[in-house]
């Protein structure tokens, strides 16, 4: 069978010259053009990566126009309404969902295993007070390389897998102690009776001796609701294709370096403001802007292209109608609004600039819809979480789709190392 192929001509030398086109099973088709420079001398230039697939993958799939998100073929909002974080990190590593035996193995080891040497527990220590977690987090991820040298060497798909089990399970406890180190108060270790998420909740706010904040009403635990709507969280950032802190992953690993140090890179690459630290910028900007009668100036500042003010939370350079993530998360939002009885001026500021911005024509035009972390913060904000906390906790959800990704990579075939070109414009 003939091969699709696609011709480019250089339209000064007249020479055409021939690529084959790949197909994958959703998507659009891809030029192959890792021969471009062999046969013509060229680079090509894609700033940003915008029109480059830089890997095959079976991990995830998103269509950005559609605004669907699949990982190993699920639909995200069937993950997020009816499957919990543990069973899409274990979809993500296997390709299937997990039966109830598997699910019980799976969580009982990374119940066990969710406890670090004390030696990187100093180490957290010894951060300055009021240290941001994430730089806590990106360092002790990086130092975990140390004791656990033996994954530099993991040759099959079993070490893999426990590499990968093991920095899933212990990513929530590195979190928990670098905001505890933040603010000043003892560390909590894991309770192993209670689920991933809950656990992360009591590590974040229990008192030490292990014991819950008592209320007024007598009710001392940490509810039903709250750990429903972080597993959600969770679920809803396991993984989301090429992006920048994933790509990052995938370059640190293409050289061969520990595993834990790709994961680390990532983790430092997630921390932006045009990524994963959006959701900690979104409610300092809801704050700044203080009050629903504020709205208009700043929708008006975000238009303005003399001002460099961008409405945070809001555009995607993926999805241009809308984020599927933030459907679900809109969804889960008015269910706590409901279940806590919250009242909050947050929220409601939040949700004038959404009328105001999804009306507007500047908006519309530019296809700029709220994106996940617009809603994640004010969610965050109703469970008590500091906002420091907030890309911590992307980055736990996030864990699973940097190892899964990674471990792709090392599997594949076409391993190599990273290495653009460049179009040199100096002396
Ligand atoms: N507020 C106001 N205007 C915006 C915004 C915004 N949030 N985002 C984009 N625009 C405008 C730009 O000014 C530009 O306008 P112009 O055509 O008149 O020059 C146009 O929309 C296109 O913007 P780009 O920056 O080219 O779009 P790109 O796809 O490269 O950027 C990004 C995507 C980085 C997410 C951008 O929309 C942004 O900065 N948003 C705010 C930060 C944010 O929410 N980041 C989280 C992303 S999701 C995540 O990482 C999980």
Redesign the pocket.
Known sequence: MKKDTFTFTNNKTNESYEFDILEGTRGPSVVDISTFYKKTGMFTYDV?Y?STASCRSDITFIDGEKGELLYRGVAIEELAENHTYLETCYLLLNGNLPTSEELLDFDLELRHRSFIDENLKHLINSFPDRAHPMSILASGVSALSSFYYEHLEDTNEDMRQEMARRIIAKIPTIAAFSYRKSLGIPEIYPDIDRSFTENFLYMMRAYPGGKMKRTKDGSNEIKEIEVKALDAIFTL?AD?EQ??STTTVRTVGSTGAHPYVAISAGISALWG????G??E??IAQLEMIGDVKNVDKFIER??D?NDN?????????VYKNF?PRARALKKLQDQLKDELNLDSKLMEIASKIEEIALKDE??IK?K?YP????YSGVILTALKIDRPMFTPI?VIGRTVGWVTQLMELQQSSEFKITRPRQLYIGK
């Open positions: 940003g915008t950032h989301h992006n920048a403001r045009a990524h994963g959006a959701n910028s979104v975000a238009k292209p003010f961008r409405l945070m939370g809001f555009g995607h350079r984020d500047y908006f530019r700029l994106n996940i972390d617009f992307f």
